[in-house]
């Protein structure tokens, strides 16, 4: 018989456009005695949560607040100086009070020196506790439809792998454990790394196809009976209305933002120089991510935006109809 795990008291810091639908998962599927504590640095969406679910989530005052009313401790926040914030802030962090025995996760896609600092800090200072990183894949929409994959650090083996599974499952679908600490943040930035490549990569090989006199509806059929199939071409297109769902159908409002994609290509090409692995195509991949993310046509929309960035045809509609 699986184990029930009850999760009676837990945290959650980090209410942004991640935060806020995994939070939300939680305060439906969680048995009806838990509680959850939620803190933000933007009150409002705190208050607005506490609202939505009256006696079920509440209101935490700062990060060590939280943690001092809960046994486990989730956080959601965008870089690794938010983390350190969250964490190590020696007045309001969760790690000024004591942290004993608790559970924490931190779902933040950072750099792997920053995550492994705060792990190591909370053994030093609370060796009963747990920390594990955690980073998601699958984004704003996987968030709310609680479909999203969560890369856990650490091993089969982990003594705390059956508990953290069952309460990552309340908010995504597939839980990898990655093997050791540090390795789920690891893993997730060599996925947007090759993702974040593929998208330019696909992008160019549409611009050339559709300037040598190919529908693009044509060529999408090409690439996934051939050898170039993969998901971005496929379900992320970043050529608008070859694929009607792709957020370059929708004017790329909805997906991935091209800073985050500029932020996650950054650590990966960062954590390639440190392992000494060599990477030919992350200088020009992060190149073109920081010119799109700093491009008024394209900043704010969804990282296939990339599409636009390299001068790919938009109307290409208009121009087949002969219009
Ligand atoms: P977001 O900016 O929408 O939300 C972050 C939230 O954290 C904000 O509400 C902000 O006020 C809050 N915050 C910042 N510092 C804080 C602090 N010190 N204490 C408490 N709250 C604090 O970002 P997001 O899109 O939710 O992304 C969060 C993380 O998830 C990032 O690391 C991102 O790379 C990763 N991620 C995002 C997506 C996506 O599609 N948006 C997908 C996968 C992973």
Same mark, same amino acid.
């Given at each position: ?17 991640m935060?806020k ?7 439906n599927?969680?048995?009806p005695?838990s ?5 933000d640095v &933007?009150e409002s969406?705190?208050?607005?949560l506490?609202? /939505?679910?009256?006696?079920r ?5 700062n990060?060590r607040d939280?943690? /001092?009313?809960?046994d486990t ?5 965008p =870089?690794g100086?938010h983390v350190r914030? &969250?964490?190590?802030?020696?007045? #309001?962090g969760v ?6 025995? #608790?559970?924490i ?6 750099d792997?020196?920053?995550?492994l600092?705060? #792990? $190591?800090?909370?053994a030093?200072?609370y060796p ?5 990183d955690?980073p998601?894949? %699958?984004?704003? !929409?996987?968030a709310?439809k609680?479909?999203i994959a969560?890369?856990?650090g650490?091993g089969?083996e982990d003594?705390n792998?059956?508990?953290l ?5 309340l908010?995504g679908? +597939?839980i !990898?454990p990655?093997g ?6 690891a893993?997730?930035?060599s ?6 490549i593929i998208?330019?990569?696909c992008?160019e090989a549409f611009?050339?196809?559709?300037r040598s ?16 199939q993969?998901?971005i071409? $496929? ?8 694929y009607p769902d ?5 004017g790329?409002? +909805?997906g991935f #933002?091209? /800073?985050?994609?500029?932020?996650d ?5 960062d954590?390639?120089k440190? &392992? =000494?692995?060599?990477?030919v195509l ?7 991510y ?6 008024p046509?394209?900043? $704010?929309? $969804?990282s296939r935006v990339v599409y636009?960035?390299?001068? %790919? +045809?938009?109307?290409w +509609?208009t ?5």
């Amino acid at each position: 018989m699986a184990p029930s795990f009850s999760f009676d008291r837990l945290g959650f810091i980090g209410l942004g456009a991640m935060g806020k639908p995994m939070v939300t998962h939680l305060a439906n599927k969680l048995p009806p005695a838990s509680r959850i504590w939620v803190y933000d640095v &933007v009150e409002s969406v705190v208050d607005d949560l506490c609202a /939505q679910f009256p006696n079920r989530v509440l209101k935490g005052t700062n990060a060590r607040d939280v943690a /001092q009313q809960v046994d486990t401790i989730i956080s959601m926040v965008p =870089e690794g100086s938010h983390v350190r914030s &969250v964490y190590l802030d020696t007045e #309001k962090g969760v790690c000024s009070t004591d942290i004993s025995n #608790k559970l924490i996760i931190d779902c933040s896609t950072i750099d792997t020196a920053t995550s492994l600092a705060v #792990k $190591d800090h909370i053994a030093q200072h609370y060796p009963t506790a747990s920390f594990y990183d955690a980073p998601v894949s %699958g984004g704003v !929409i996987g968030a709310i439809k609680g479909s999203i994959a969560i890369f856990l650090g650490c091993g089969e083996e982990d003594p705390n792998l059956e508990r953290l599974t069952h309460l990552m499952g309340l908010m995504g679908k +597939q839980i !990898i454990p990655c093997g050791a600490p540090s390795l789920g943040l690891a893993a997730k930035l060599s996925n947007n790394y090759l993702s974040g490549i593929i998208a330019i990569a696909c992008s160019e090989a549409f611009d050339m196809g559709m300037r040598s006199g190919l529908d693009p509806r044509t060529l999408a059929k090409v690439y996934a009976a051939g050898t170039a199939q993969n998901t971005i071409c $496929d379900k992320f297109c970043p050529v608008p209305h070859v694929y009607p769902d792709a957020p370059s159908s929708g004017g790329w409002k +909805q997906g991935f #933002k091209v /800073q985050l994609m500029r932020k996650d290509f950054g650590l990966a090409v960062d954590m390639a120089k440190r &392992v =000494e692995s060599r990477n030919v195509l992350g200088e020009v991949g992060l190149a073109t991510y920081d010119g799109a993310s700093n491009d008024p046509r394209c900043r $704010d929309l $969804d990282s296939r935006v990339v599409y636009r960035y390299l001068g %790919g +045809q938009e109307d290409w +509609q208009t121009k087949l109809n002969g219009a």
